[in-house]
């Protein structure tokens, strides 16, 4: 796996996006399957696992993080924590808070 830098961060040329573990994309998957949807990935090289508070009303990243139990220092979450869905609308709030 080719590694890029990100700032001070260093991690794999691919990532896992995993938006459709949790919503869109039609019926969703077990939790087993999608931990182990996740694991494979990282079982390659794979470090970057792309999340959301949105996806899923905040299942997604509590799935993540029980794929990466244990493994932390071996990936880099990459959540959007500022995210807010209004309707079928996802964006980023554009006050100061």
């Known amino acids: 796996m080719k590694i ?6 260093r991690v794999g040329a691919q990532g896992l996006g995993c938006m459709g573990m949790s ?22 090289g794979v470090t970057l696992i792309d999340t959301a508070n ?14 990466i139990a244990g493994r932390a220092r071996a990936v880099v ?11 079928d609308v996802m964006g980023v709030p554009a006050d100061p808070a």
């Open 4 to 9: 890029r830098k990100l700032g001070e961060l």
């Open 54 to 67: 949105v996806y899923g009303g905040g299942a997604n990243e509590e799935l993540a993080g029980r794929a």
């Open 23 to 44: 919503q869109a994309y039609g019926v969703r998957d077990s939790d087993e399957e999608s931990i182990a949807t996740i694991h494979r990935p990282l079982e390659l």
């Open 77 to 87: 979450p990459a959540p959007k924590l500022a995210s807010v869905r209004t309707g």
